[in-house]
């Protein structure tokens, strides 16, 4: 999902294999313990958070409206919750010291506002958008490398006994995904299957019409 190349084959790929797509799930999501940038010399975690499911959703969005009722569901973070600045000119930390932390929430907060100005401009064309924080999951992404080596690896073995397995952690998604309770919902934020309050950033008008078009901009696709 980093690679722009390769999301494109794989829209590609779908589009010529599938005649109707009734959902679409963005699930994949990293955090970078230090700057890296990706195949397209964009820093790693906004690249694969933010970036590459936009233009996933975006390749894929004619063949949605066209199997309409259809449904995104992106997969959030409570991450994006918390309380920080978000430079839009510096997104790729060329000014700021990196953290891998404040980049995760960055993107995180990126994909929400995105999320909410898809939806408004999705508006009656039978496709919805929502966003969700599926919970804390035991994957791959507690990594002990984004803290201090030694405080890192405690506080990982410590809690992961704790978090909810990979079957939980699908809960709201396929909730999102599937209940006819949510068919005609769009344009919000999930924590347990239920709508919550997002990040005020996220649902400023100015800051969601900026992020479209930076993500326009970042993925060298005009938007609609």
Not at 77 to 98: C, I, V
Not at 199 to 219: G, Q, Y
């Amino acid at each position: 999902m980093s690679s722009q190349a390769s999301v494109r084959a794989l829209a590609e790929q779908i589009q010529r294999e599938y005649p109707r797509l009734d959902v679409l799930v963005n699930n994949a999501g990293g955090a970078a313990p230090g700057p890296t940038l990706s195949a397209d010399g964009i820093e790693m975690t906004l690249a694969t958070n933010h970036l590459g499911a936009a233009l996933l959703t975006l390749l894929l969005l004619d063949l949605l409206k066209a199997s309409a009722p259809s449904r995104i569901v992106n997969v959030s973070s409570t991450e994006a919750q918390s309380p920080s600045r978000l430079d839009m000119n510096d997104l790729q930390f060329e000014r700021r010291k990196y953290s891998a932390v404040a980049a995760y929430r960055q993107s995180i907060l990126l994909m929400n506002a995105f999320t909410f100005e898809l939806a408004r401009r999705l508006a009656g064309t039978g496709v919805t958008a929502n966003c969700l924080h599926p919970g804390a999951v035991a994957t791959n992404i507690w990594n002990p490398d984004l803290l201090p080596p030694l405080i890192g690896r405690l506080i990982v073995a410590v809690v992961k006994p704790f978090l909810l397995n990979s079957k939980q952690g699908a809960a709201v998604s396929l909730y999102l995904a599937t209940s006819p309770e949510v068919a005609q919902v769009s344009g919000e934020y999930f924590v347990k299957s239920k709508p919550a309050k997002s990040n005020p950033l996220s649902r400023d008008p100015k800051l969601m019409a900026e992020v479209w078009l930076c993500t326009e901009k970042m993925t060298s696709l005009p938007l609609a």
